[in-house]
């Protein structure tokens, strides 16, 4: 809360506000906190930029990728001069993340940090499907707290409304359990380049994982109340007057291919 509340006095904000939306000039002042979470939509190459721009402010001790496996992680080369070499060391064609040129600038505006990979490998979500989260990782940060029903049935909805309202109702429960094991894998590696390297650590993931309510956010409040973590969402579209995060940002939808055409 103590962050919340140095952000919301940049802002001019009062203090009983519990977020808001701000313009992409509150990235270059962030508060210091011990972990910034830095949401995305995926093909959004204005969100990165707006990633870059925060880790540049930061200049964080660590940056953790949910795009990144821990082995990649260890490869990223310190001379990041080329993109096309940098890009082939992290085998990034073979990836399935977006174009690399969008990510590129966040690798330069991290500078000297240490990376550190969260990819959840594909067996081990598929595996979380079938038989739950906890089965696949025993010892995940968060995994052996039981959802509410509430949650759990707002959770289920999300999933549903991501793949656009096609998926049989029987196969939500074990996509939640999958976007589970990725917010667990993410909180461990937050927790790792902690113990390893310090504060401050950043994380680039999509702004699902950013939510304070049940995403990364949230695991690390229940496995460290300690820690100072501050929450970035990156949103397109219109401007919603509440959302899930401790400050967020909106921006133009870019033009894609309607992802509900595969389902039809």
Known sequence: MRVLLTVLGFLGL???AWAAQVEPEVLDRLPRADVVVLGEVHDNPEHHMNQARAVF???PRAV????LSAQMAQKVPSDLGDPARVARVLEWDKSGWPDFSMYYPIFVAARSARHYGAEVPRDMARRAVREG???VMPEGPGLDRRLPEAEQTAREAEQMAAHCNAMPQEVLPGMVEAQRLRDAYLAQAVLT???EVGPPVAVITGSG?????WGVPAVLAAERPDLSV???GQLEGARPTAAPYDIWLV????PRTDPCLAFR
């Open 14 to 16: 009062a203090p009983w």
């Open 57 to 59: 402010s930061l200049s």
């Open 64 to 67: 953790v990728w949910e795009q």
């Open 133 to 135: 989260a906890l089965a």
């Open 193 to 195: 380049a902690l113990e």
């Open 209 to 213: 994982h950013a939510r304070i309510d």
């Open 230 to 232: 501050l929450s970035v």
């Open 251 to 254: 921006t133009e939808p870019i």
